[in-house]
């Protein structure tokens, strides 16, 4: 499975953007998907994650009622709205895939990982 993730870019405080992860290779219906960010400096976190059935969502609570994960499986590809940006968002956001990851939150847990894709928010 091969991951590639886009729609990262320059944005300002209070804007949105629309992250993408279509995946080629195998479809991943019925793989657990995520999102993680690493900031500068910093380690990389869990942002949100969507099971299979796109039923199970989690969100980080820095990104709880900004961000929305959501996934359309019948064209392999994972999405990441969001909105209200902060600075504090700036980082790279790599999206995750996974066939039923024991710890969904964990790096470790995602054998498939896309190679990341840049979001600066100024203020």
């Known amino acids: 499975v091969q991951l590639q993730a886009s729609g990262g870019g320059l944005v300002q405080a209070g804007g949105s953007l629309r992250l993408s992860c279509a995946a080629s290779?195998?479809?991943?219906?019925?793989?657990?998907m995520a999102w993680f960010r690493q900031a500068p400096g910093k380690e990389r976190e869990v942002v949100a994650t969507i099971n299979w059935g796109t039923i199970t969502t989690y969100y980080a609570d820095s990104v709880k009622g900004r961000f929305t994960i959501s996934r359309d499986n019948t064209k392999n590809t994972m999405y990441f709205q969001m909105n209200s940006l902060k600075p504090e968002d700036t980082a790279i956001y790599y999206c995750?895939?996974?066939?039923?990851?024991?710890?969904?939150?964990?790096?470790?847990?995602?054998?498939?990982r896309g190679q990341g894709t840049l979001v600066t928010v100024s203020s």
């Open positions: 995750a895939a996974g066939v039923s990851p024991t710890s969904p939150t964990s790096w470790y847990h995602y054998p498939y």
């Open positions: 290779g195998r479809t991943v219906s019925s793989y657990a």
